[in-house]
């Protein structure tokens, strides 16, 4: 029988879901030239469409319990904490608020991808 799933994972799942979504609106939206800027191309634009299909696919994965797209979210959370480190590390002058902010948001997020809770789910 399937845990029922928490609702730090449905969270995690619905901005997963949203993330996918804006990615392929925003790819339609340069394609169609409705929105436009500078270095960003067709090429781009497809590129982000496709990212987005598999955003889209992970999501659906956290929504019923798949353990690859648990892992595979965990690893875009971890590369997020590593681009908010290089980021303060490589300007330590600069704005530090945001880096914080997108670190321990992501840490937030892997610890409710992984609570007791969530290990069952994933598990069952």
Do not use: E, Q
């Not at 799942?13 to 067709?42: E, F, K, P, Y």
Request: glycine share 10%; proline share 3%; with cysteine.
């Amino acid at each position: 029988m399937m845990a029922k799933r928490p609702a730090g994972v449905t969270l995690i799942a619905v901005l997963t879901w949203i993330s996918a979504a804006l990615h392929i609106l925003l790819g339609i939206l340069v394609l169609r030239g409705i929105l436009s800027a500078d270095g960003v191309s067709d090429l781009s634009a497809w590129i982000a469409i496709g990212v987005g299909i598999v955003i889209f696919c992970v999501s659906v994965g956290l929504f019923s319990g798949s353990n690859i797209a648990r892992i595979l979210v965990t690893l875009s959370l971890l590369a997020s904490i590593l681009a908010a480190v290089v980021l303060v590390a490589d300007d330590p002058a600069g704005p530090i608020v945001g880096p914080i902010i997108s670190a321990a948001t992501a840490v937030i997020g892997i610890i409710l991808l992984y609570t007791g809770r969530a290990g069952d789910f994933f598990r069952s």
